[in-house]
């Protein structure tokens, strides 16, 4: 079942540097691979035409962009929830929905974070906590273990290891955080610091 719902979003793995060019406004032609956390060394992006081809798969319902119901009807039946995949769109856009343009991104973020958990998992369909460990680790996440160990609690539904959709929710939790400290911490000074305003409006990402 996992593979099958990897198959449905493939891994991207040629040219479609156009494809993210479109994404990031970049001029066609820049060679610039995507860097920072949640993105797998050595991954490379689809090319535009397959990615085209693969959003009109997962836009099910022909609208012309990607919602939170698609998300998680895309990966619920590897222990995925519709709170997981809100977290997920909300790691990857501001909108309410994932379009074309920020689709790349998303099929860049879902492909590294295969990769890693592939890696890790020598084919098994779920991983323990050291594991997880080492594929944030590979994702270039940073993270506190006891922090790690608590999401890992959270979001393992069935208690059984945490498989690549309670995986991917631990991803964009961590890609929520990454976007929330380049918000609030614009001095890069790795702190944050908020009125009680801002703590609310930081506290809407995860509801």
């Not at 909300?90 to 343009?101: F, N, R």
């Amino acid at each position: 079942m996992m593979n099958m719902g990897m198959n449905m979003m493939g891994m991207g793995m040629n040219m479609a540097q156009q494809g993210m060019n479109m994404a990031q406004g970049m001029m066609p032609g820049m060679n610039m691979m995507p860097q920072g956390p949640g993105i797998m060394q050595g991954v490379m992006p689809t090319d535009a035409m397959t990615l085209q081809q693969r959003f009109m798969q997962v836009d099910k319902d022909h609208s012309g962009s990607v919602s939170v119901r698609e998300i998680y009807q895309l990966y619920k039946q590897m222990n995925f929830t519709e709170q997981a995949a809100r977290l997920v769109l909300q790691a990857v856009s501001d909108q309410p929905a994932i379009t074309m343009q920020t689709f790349p991104m998303f099929d860049l973020y879902i492909s590294s974070a295969w990769a890693a958990f592939s890696q890790v998992s020598a084919g098994a369909q779920q991983i323990m906590n050291q594991q997880v460990f080492q594929a944030l680790q590979m994702l270039r996440f940073r993270f506190d273990q006891q922090v790690a160990t608590a999401l890992i609690s959270k979001f393992d539904i069935d208690k059984r290891g945490i498989s690549f959709g309670e995986f991917l929710s631990i991803c964009a939790y961590f890609l929520i955080c990454e976007k929330l400290m380049a918000k609030f911490d614009q001095q890069k000074r790795g702190t944050i610091t908020i009125d009680y305003n801002g703590l609310s409006s930081l506290g809407m990402w995860f509801m």
